[in-house]
């Protein structure tokens, strides 16, 4: 049974809490003010603390900024009448795990709470579903049983039964898509909607009709009402996949898409409700966004309620000759070849390797391999290992005069030169050359664009 902390001075809302929560079963504890709620931390292990923002003495911030220090595990959840973006991002930035409004749907409370405990681990122990599974190689459409992929089925497995907002974080071709459908696999959604959309590789305009549909004649074109993406994964998932190339005017619709669960058509006056779980992934670092300014901080808490990371192939070698096989397997069926195996050797050179394409370009060398063999095994020679762009090292000379440069002019002119490196090692492939780059290909042709790269050459 889980125990819960309910803080707050207004009697008549602890009273309420108490016998709703207990009537769900939890095992309720009440306090009027900050300084008893700690005192009753520093006595018993609470699971979960709900507290109101504003109280005197001590708000609900600073309780919590305090209560940390005794009892850092705890999930903390504050209620308050006055919310904000600035109220999340303060909780958040303290440790909180989310907080809800006082006019809050009795269901909505209750969901909130049960997904926080599931967070933690209360429903099903770790080391019991780790045992579980050790013996497996797949897990989903997931292969591996490398202790690292161990830690990521364990987590799929604790917060797929939850609403709880996710994000996958990973190189590119670690597999974030898998995962992304393995929580939904693994869910309450499983036989709802599961749709995928890549937040990078479309442009602006057909993104947001995308998302989120249009009514008939709010623009050229719309010739007729059209559902967007959200609306028609009511009642399942969402994969927002390179979330961090989602444009700014985006980044709001979509923050209120998450906080309110509605949302307009464009052109649209009526507010559509929707149940939707959120999955999200990029193989940026969007806290560095957040204080670049080109990422909502308020939207990167509400999409970081769960956060799930996926080791690169060069750390999980364990897991490459499993993979190997698989993928041999797979290509000689589609090419209607009898390989069953690779030599030890060539199985040595790809373990040497480091994979800067991951799990994705290791099924790209074994399928050119499958190709180009003519045994029934895959030797080293058919083993075409990309090494990738040289070694980072100057392109230009860096020499200042005493007029000085205009650094700006100078930076563009080593991108232009990196990208056509990239372009020419890929034979004008602009997808292969943004994967060499790892950037996403949109925001390869934004900069070969502004370069002007296929003019110069």
């Known amino acids: ?41 520093r006595k018993t292990q609470f699971d979960l603390i709900l507290t109101d923002l504003k109280m005197p003495k001590m708000d609900g911030i600073e309780f919590l900024k305090q209560v940390k220090d005794v009892c850092p595990e705890v999930l903390v959840i504050l ?76 987590t799929i497995n604790k917060v797929a039964g939850t609403t709880a907002n996710i994000l996958i974080l990973g190189e590119s071709g670690t597999g974030k898509e898998l995962v992304a459908k393995a929580i939904h696999e693994s869910s309450p959604r499983k036989g709802m909607p599961f749709l995928i959309i890549n937040c990078g590789g479309i442009p602006e305009t057909l993104l947001e009709s995308e998302l989120f549909g249009y009514i008939k004649g709010s623009f050229t074109g719309a010739h007729m009402d059209k559902p967007g993406l959200f609306e028609s994964a009511s009642g399942g998932t969402i994969f927002l996949d390179e979330i961090g190339d989602l444009p700014s ?29 959120i999955i999200s992934a990029t193989n940026q670092n969007l806290s560095v966004q957040v204080k670049e300014g080109t990422f909502r901080e308020d939207l990167y808490y509400r999409l970081n309620v769960i956060p799930i990371q996926l080791p690169p192939l060069r750390e999980r070698k ?76 100057p392109l230009t000379e860096f020499h200042i005069s005493d007029k000085g440069i205009l650094l700006d002019d100078e930076l563009e002119n080593i991108e232009r030169q990196w990208i056509r490196k990239a372009l020419e090692k890929s034979r004008g492939s602009k997808i292969k050359a943004a994967e060499l780059l790892h950037i996403t290909a949109d925001a390869l042709r934004k900069r070969i664009k502004k370069l002007k790269i296929e003019e110069d050459q």
């Open 79 to 154: 209620m308050t009448a006055y919310a904000s973006g600035e109220t999340a991002v303060s909780a958040m930035k303290e440790g909180a795990y989310d907080y809800i409004e006082k006019d809050f749907d009795i269901e909505d409370l209750t969901t909130l709470i049960r997904d926080a405990l599931n967070k933690k681990g209360i429903k099903k122990d770790d080391a019991q579903f780790i045992k579980e599974v050790e013996d497996a190689v797949c897990f989903g459409d997931m292969i591996g049983k490398s202790k690292e992929m161990l830690k990521v089925y364990s």
């Open 1 to 41: 049974m889980a125990k819960i902390l309910i803080l707050d001075d207004d009697k008549g809302m602890r009273e309420f809490l108490e016998i709703m929560l207990t009537r769900e079963g939890y095992d309720v504890t009440c306090a009027f003010d900050g300084e008893k709620a700690l005192n009753l931390c």
């Open 249 to 277: 005017i985006l980044q709001v619709k979509l923050l209120r898409v998450v906080q309110e669960k509605t949302f307009r058509r464009i052109g649209g006056t009526e507010d559509i409700k929707v149940d939707v779980r």
């Open 318 to 393: 364990d897991d490459i000759p499993i993979l190997a096989k698989h993928f041999i397997e797979k290509y000689s069926q589609e090419f209607s070849k009898e390989i069953r195996n690779i030599s030890i050797y060539a199985l040595e050179l790809l373990m040497d390797y480091q994979f800067p394409g991951n799990i994705r370009e290791l099924e790209n060398i074994i399928e050119r391999s499958v190709a180009l063999e003519t045994s029934n095994i895959i030797l080293p020679e058919n083993l075409i290992l990309s090494e990738g762009l040289e070694e980072a090292q």
